[in-house]
């Protein structure tokens, strides 16, 4: 099956820094998003980027299918950006495999 | 708010006894699923359904069953619980499935504790 790594594990980061966060997969897939996991265990959709580059306020992220890889930027950093974001990429018949996770904290 | 809902947020129940989960989709999704976050395995697919029809299975215990209603909202069936059951269970729901999938929404999670 598709495998899916994320780096890196954990980041600490001052407030106000930027982030760039990594996703690798092992095959083509048909889709993938990006989530956030906030502390009360919710899972917010960031993106839906199975290809190609998207911006949402401070946060954006690209997606190069060819290479089996997805890149989420976050700059200017805030605490409450604080939590786990992962990765997770589509196999054709739609579920959604999930990489293990990035914990941010983002220290005032 | 992502449109799915899941019932109830919070659960505590014995080892031995069973208990059901719930979802109602967003509107006009037709595609349901199930996951699993535990400490130890992280977030883990359980079943698909689509349409009523039982589409994918993943590591779903055997003790574990699920069905999708007429009305497309779905129910997770978890029975003889075990301590290791305790775990965060999510709902998803898109569209369609296959190559005519998009994007996951999904629900605030049922928090299931079993002591």
């Known amino acids: 099956g598709i495998q899916v790594e994320q780096s890196p594990p954990d980041l600490i980061l001052q407030e106000g820094a930027n982030s760039t966060l990594r996703c690798n997969f092992s095959?083509?897939?048909?889709?993938l998003q990006w989530f956030h996991q906030n502390p009360w265990g919710q899972l917010i959709n960031l993106f839906y980027?199975?290809?190609g580059t998207k911006q949402n306020g401070r946060l954006s992220a690209t997606t190069v299918a060819t290479e089996r890889y997805s890149l989420l930027y976050i700059s200017s950093s805030q605490t409450t950006d604080s939590g786990v974001y992962f990765c997770?990429?589509?196999?054709?018949?739609?579920?959604?495999?999930f990489g293990q996770g990035t914990e941010l904290s983002v220290k005032p | 708010d992502s449109g799915v809902t899941q019932t109830p947020k919070h659960l505590i129940t014995a080892t031995g006894q069973r208990v059901t989960l719930r979802c109602s989709p967003r509107?006009?999704?037709?595609?349901v699923y199930w996951y699993q976050q535990s400490l130890d395995q992280g977030l883990q697919f359980l079943i698909q359904?689509?349409?009523?029809?039982?589409?994918a299975k993943g590591n779903i215990l055997e003790r574990f069953s699920a069905q999708q209603f007429p009305d497309l909202h779905s129910e997770l069936n978890l029975s003889s619980l075990e301590l290791g059951d305790s775990a965060l269970y999510f709902c998803?729901?898109?569209?369609?499935?296959?190559?005519?999938?998009?994007?996951?929404?999904f629900g605030q999670g049922t928090r299931l504790t079993v002591v």
């Open positions: 998803a729901s898109s569209v369609g499935q296959g190559e005519g999938v998009t994007e996951a929404f």
């Open positions: 095959d083509s897939v048909n889709n």
């Open positions: 980027i199975p290809s």
């Open positions: 997770a990429v589509g196999d054709e018949g739609g579920k959604l495999i």
């Open positions: 509107s006009g999704d037709l595609s």
């Open positions: 359904y689509y349409n009523g029809e039982e589409r």
